[in-house]
């Protein structure tokens, strides 16, 4: 608008919605949905669980945050690359429908990819001169679940999302190499953990969406199966995550500070799959799932205070 159309228009009319500048608000959303940020405070708090049990109790603060800042970013960068190769089938599911690229709230997404493989690259390369180990579990994360999870994988197999939670397990590892003990004893057998806890945390969603991955043509493997099948087939990761879980304890690390909590929500646990099994329904799919997430989240803050009491016991 010139300024002489602005002196014929003294009063300023109020904008329509597609001219509307977004609220703060609004644009953090939309971050949060783009980046996943909720899935990559998952993966920075398994690194986190990583780090204190290749540290032997606490990790020291630069430790934690040069963790947190490059395998934040690169799950950040992972996350968008993502949504961007999968935003056409996104429209086809009612759970993703509403994501930023899918509804065009990011007009032009061409951005997107060289954004995300930038949050990936720049922090696995500025770590690479020091620690060369944590920069190959960032890089070897992102691989896994940008390559072979979302592009080669999840079209085309059921089993897709079992060879996918190597990703999760490769943040804990990121976790083990920030303090320079990338092979420690506890750090392996918690990445195995993440890899068998990732398919059941995954199938029960699908369970719930199971009509979403139908339309969408995406082979997981609640489509292909009954129901109760499906909920077989996620007791067969229950169990072994659940006996892992409690098999830490024998690490020298941890003590009855990790052992408590993980017991109560162990239970939780596992009652949650044998209800899936008995009555496999959308409720109780969903309980499963959310107490899947629960699991995890206890079992790592119980692995950080255990570590910390027992370095501070010892």
Sequence with gaps: ?????????????TPTASTAVPSWRTRLQLLVVLFKLRIVFLLLMAATGGAFLAAG?????????????????????????????????????QRTRKRPLVTGAIA?????????????????????????????????????????????????????????????SAAVL???????????TGALVLSLLLFLWTPFHF???????????????????????????????????TF???IGGLLLVVLPSLGWIYLIPVVWITVDLFWSNVRLIQSPTPPNAKKLFMSSNI???????????GTVAASMGS
């Design 174 to 184: 990121s976790g083990s190499a920030a303090v320079g003990n990338w092979n420690d």
């Design 108 to 168: 032009k997404p061409a951005w997107v990819p060289y954004v995300g493989a930038g949050l990936v690259l720049l922090p696995s390369l500025a770590v690479l001169p020091f620690n060369p180990a944590l920069t190959f579990f960032l890089m070897l994360g992102a691989i896994i679940y940008v390559g072979i999870y979302t592009i080669w994988l999840k079209p085309r197999t059921l089993l897709n999302i079992v060879i996918g939670g190597a990703a999760g």
């Design 240 to 242: 072994p995550t659940a």
């Design 57 to 93: 109790g606490w990790p020291g603060l630069s430790n934690l945050l040069l963790l947190w800042l490059a395998g934040g970013m690169a799950a950040a960068g992972a996350s968008a690359l993502n949504q961007y190769w999968e935003r056409e089938s996104d429209g086809d599911m």
């Design 203 to 237: 199938w029960s969603l699908a369970l719930l969406y199971k009509d979403d991955y139908a339309r969408s043509d995406v082979p997981m493997l609640p489509v292909h199966t009954t129901p109760q099948q499906a909920a077989w087939w996620v007791m067969s990761h």
């Design 1 to 13: 608008m010139s300024l002489s159309e602005t002196k014929q228009q003294p009063t300023l009319s």
């Design 295 to 305: 699991y995890l989240l206890v079992l790592l803050l119980a692995i950080c205070a």
